[in-house]
């Protein structure tokens, strides 16, 4: 099984992007192949019914909808923003949708937040499962936020908590076993 993974973040030092990476190493432990993309090297405008129809879908959207395809099942970070999905992320989404086929339809998504604050971005969890299920992603049930996400991991990058490494460890084995 092919996993992407990526974070719903820019930023170099970003948690999230952390959390996707140990992800897909746990899920490589647990038999998956797969690879980390950083969405800041797919920029895009932000969407503009006008760059659409003057120059189409961006280049970066088409190339992240093909990592998508050759994929059998996504899991993604995501940082909440102002108890939201963060623009970045929605707007990579909006892009995604226009470009037809749509690629994302039909896979399957295991959603994830961190955030340095107390609830870990559930917020963005729930508001962010709208709309993928709007494009047909099949959304895990099963979702997980990490609250005090700036003190979890290591300086490599590593999850520190074993409590939570066995939690991320026994959702990916249930996810993988899921989508197999
Ligand atoms: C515009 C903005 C809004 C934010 N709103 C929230 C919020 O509602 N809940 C929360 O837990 N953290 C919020 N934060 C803090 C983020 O969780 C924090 O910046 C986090 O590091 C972002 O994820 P990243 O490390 O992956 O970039 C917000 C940050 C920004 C920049």
Same mark, same amino acid.
């Not at 690879?35 to 969407?47: A, C, H, N, T």
């Not at 929605?90 to 994302?104: C, E, F, G, M, Q």
């Not at 993928?132 to 999850?159: R, S, T």
């Given at each position: ?16 992007? +952390?959390? $996707?990476?140990?992800? @897909?190493?746990?899920? *490589?432990?647990?038999?998956?192949? #797969?690879?980390?993309?950083? =969405? ?49 992320? +929605?707007? $990579?989404?909006?892009? @995604?949708?226009?470009? *037809?086929?749509?690629?994302?339809? #039909?896979?399957?998504?295991? =959603? ?55 939690? @991320? ?12």
């Amino acid at each position: 099984m092919k996993i992407l993974t990526f974070a719903g973040s820019l930023r170099t030092d970003s948690c999230n992007k +952390k959390f $996707a990476r140990e992800a @897909l190493r746990l899920a *490589k432990e647990a038999g998956a192949e #797969g690879e980390f993309i950083d =969405l800041k090297d797919y920029p895009m405008p932000v969407y503009d019914g006008d760059i659409e129809t003057n120059s189409g879908i961006p280049e970066t959207t088409v190339a992240l909808g093909k990592k998508i395809a050759a994929a059998d099942a996504i899991i993604i970070s995501t940082p909440e923003y102002n108890g939201s999905i963060p623009g970045i992320l +929605k707007n $990579a989404l909006d892009w @995604l949708s226009r470009d *037809k086929p749509v690629t994302i339809t #039909g896979k399957h998504l295991l =959603l994830l937040a961190a955030s340095p604050g107390a609830l870990g971005g559930i917020r963005a969890l729930w508001h962010s499962r709208q709309p993928f299920e709007v494009l047909g992603v099949h959304v895990y049930p099963d979702m997980i936020a990490l609250p005090n996400a700036y003190n979890m991991f290591d300086e490599q990058g590593k999850l520190k908590d074993e409590k939570t490494i066995q939690r @991320l460890k026994t959702t990916l084995e249930q996810f993988i076993k899921h989508v197999g």
